[in-house]
């Protein structure tokens, strides 16, 4: 079994972390300051099945910090763990229980928080990896958290420099430690809807990553064998250019409902270029759904398979078009009426949650909903519905 030590596992994206990893297949090693906490975390993962301890830890502290090591060493000496797979180092300090650190000339800093800040992002990360690598195992993963600080660092100093220099940690070590198949890598998500950013936050929450995309991309990586890169996760997985095509999308949906037929429609782009555009077929027509005959248009006019296009489709994809855009090569699609707002019955073969089977896939394919476009591409849904049931 496979072990991962994650810090600041008891809230927030360490504890996302470490649900997700315990539920695919890894004994996670928790640490943090709160054994509460951490003993309620523990005891839902080992309900579920999963394998889970727990270490209390403060990260401020160097001699905490030696004691742990020391544990984990001594049970990877006992043959308890067969070494290490994982070092996640998630923990990082930006509030306490009065303030959020933020907004803050350097000089109003306390002292403390300056050097716990630099303390718990950095130090820690740096002593626990230095103490724990003669004990990683070949093909094992370093992943440290940065953050995305899109108006630079102004205002939060320390939890800026703290994160910068474990960024660059994160590259130095990858580079030495290539040759020994231990692989480093950084993530680096722009505000994340955890319970405290919700709690100091809560105007902003609702446009925040989910703690749960981001467990995502730590698995993502775990299971790759990249090295030295940091990945950026903004708050929306999709820009200008979706949006664009994902409103050509819609309006092949009202060209359909025009035409009689279920307003749906899909377009598939490649490298900026619109390669295959198309309305719903009233059935009983055989290849009516707008996604596959985009599919089938777009193999046809390219010849080969899908691998470097975009599907963008006004409905959230049944399960016909979903296979089929996976074994065309998609591997991203993007949609703007969600399953969950129609009716399935006659929309959909199931209310099967599409989520749970992709995760089955052997290759990633991603379903990115627009909800802005939502309203949009639902009105004729509606309306359809309306005139046909
Ligand atoms: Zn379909």
């Not at 998630?90 to 716990?116: L, N, P, R, S």
């Not at 664009?244 to 819609?250: D, N, Q, R, S």
């Not at 691998?307 to 979903?322: G, K, Q």
């Not at 399953?339 to 199931?350: D, R």
Request: net charge negative.
């Amino acid at each position: 079994m496979k072990t991962a030590i994650i810090t600041g596992a008891s809230t927030g994206i360490g504890k996302a972390v470490a649900n997700k990893l315990a539920k695919n297949g890894y004994r996670v090693l928790l640490v943090a300051r709160s054994s509460n906490k951490l003993d309620q975390i523990v005891r839902d993962i080992k309900s579920k099945g999963g394998e889970a301890e727990y270490y209390t830890v403060d990260l401020t502290d160097e001699l905490n910090i030696k004691g742990f090591l020391n544990e984990v060493i001594d049970n990877c000496k006992a043959g308890n763990y067969s070494g290490i797979d994982a070092i996640l180092n998630i923990a990082g300090i930006w509030h306490d229980d009065k303030e959020v650190f933020a907004g803050k000339d350097f000089e109003t800093f306390g002292e403390k928080v300056i050097t716990d800040t630099y303390s718990v992002g950095f130090t820690a990360p740096s002593l626990i990896i230095h103490g724990l690598l003669p004990y990683m195992n070949k093909g094992s993963h370093i992943i440290n958290l940065s953050g995305t600080f899109e108006n630079g660092g102004k205002g939060w100093i320390p939890y800026y420099a703290s994160k910068k220099a474990l960024e660059d940690l994160t590259y130095g070590l990858a580079d030495e430690l290539k040759d020994q198949k231990i692989y480093v890598n950084g993530i680096s998500p722009s505000d994340t809807a955890t319970e405290e950013y919700t709690k100091w936050f809560p105007e902003y929450a609702k446009d925040a990553v989910s703690p749960e995309k981001i467990a995502e991309l730590f698995l993502d990586i775990l299971r790759s064998s990249k090295s030295g890169t940091i990945q950026v996760i903004k708050k929306y997985d999709y820009n200008d250019k979706d949006i664009e095509y994902l409103k050509m999308a819609i309006e092949m949906s009202h060209q359909s409902y025009d035409e009689g037929a279920f307003p749906a429609g899909a377009v598939i782009v490649k490298d900026g270029k619109v390669i295959s555009k198309t309305t719903s077929t009233s059935f009983p027509k055989i290849n009516f759904h707008p996604e596959s005959k985009s599919i089938d248009i777009a193999i046809n006019e390219l010849n080969e398979q899908l691998t470097d296009c975009m599907l963008y489709a006004s409905m959230e994809p049944c399960l016909m078009c979903l296979s089929r855009a996976y074994w065309a090569g998609i591997r991203k699609i993007v949609f703007a009426v969600k399953k969950e707002n129609v009716p399935h019955s006659i929309c959909y073969e199931s209310n099967l949650n599409h989520y749970d089977l992709l995760e089955k896939f052997n290759e990633k394919i991603e379903l990115v909903n627009i909800e802005e476009l939502q309203e949009y591409a639902i009105v004729e849904v509606k309306a359809w519905l309306e005139k046909n049931s």
